[in-house]
């Protein structure tokens, strides 16, 4: 079945600096990969995702890319601030899978002001 | 409204008794899901439900009994369960199971403790 496999594990940054998440994935069949961002006793937050047809998306921001040929996606925030502190989960779905989510690790992300 | 809620947000219970988790949404959705986790760990997949039918169960022990009254409605029936089910109850939904339309919106939790 699929894994996902996510680094760093944590990730600390100054405020200000850029950050970059990975994950790769083992089925090439997976064509659905959202980024959720989970705050401290809160719940999971879509934040971006992309899907197989597309190499690249941005939202302000944050970017997400993806190589399928490498099978591996990448999570970039530029300028980070603060409230960018959370952990980060990476997830790949496969269309004829039923919805079922394999998440990453997570990465724990803290921005040092 | 774009918001799944959860009823209680924390519920403390015996391993002798029986308590339901309640989950809802107002998006139209027709995929709904449960989830477990762990601190800083990702969510597990427990059950999933497609036009109110279960689609996938995640081999969960019977003492976890989802139901699906109707499609706005998700419940977990808790019975008999051990202090290693102490974990936040994640509830999600997404408009369907396939077609494109995979984005699935996480409730805010049920923090659960078995004493």
């Known amino acids: 079945g699929e894994n996902v496999e996510q680094h760093p594990s944590t990730l600390s940054v100054q405020e200000g600096d850029s950050a970059v998440i990975k994950c790769t994935y083992s089925d090439s069949a997976s064509n659905y990969f959202p980024w959720y961002k989970q705050e401290l006793g809160k719940r999971p937050q879509l934040i971006i995702d992309i899907r197989s047809n597309v190499g690249e998306k941005k939202d302000q921001r944050i970017a997400v890319t993806l190589n399928k040929t490498a099978k591996h996606f990448s999570l970039h925030i530029t300028e980070t601030q603060p409230e960018d502190s959370a952990v980060y989960f990476c997830a790949a779905s496969i269309y004829n899978q039923g919805g079922k989510l394999i998440f990453g690790q997570g990465t724990e992300l803290s921005v040092k002001p | 409204d774009t918001e799944v809620t959860q009823t209680p947000k924390h519920l403390v219970m015996g391993m002798t008794n029986k308590k339901s988790l309640k989950c809802e949404q107002h998006m139209g959705h027709r995929a709904m899901y449960w989830y477990k986790q762990k601190a800083k760990k990702p969510p597990e997949l427990m059950f999933v439900?497609?036009?109110?039918?279960?689609?996938i169960n995640e081999s969960v022990p019977s003492r976890f009994s989802p139901e699906c009254p109707n499609s706005s409605l998700l419940n977990l029936h808790l019975h008999a369960l051990q202090p290693e089910d102490s974990a936040l109850y994640l509830c999600?939904?997404?408009?369907?199971?396939?077609?494109?339309?995979?984005?699935?919106?996480f409730g805010p939790g049920t923090r659960l403790t078995v004493t």
């Open positions: 439900y497609s036009y109110e039918k279960l689609s």
């Open positions: 999600a939904s997404s408009q369907s199971l396939g077609g494109g339309n995979y984005e699935q919106y």
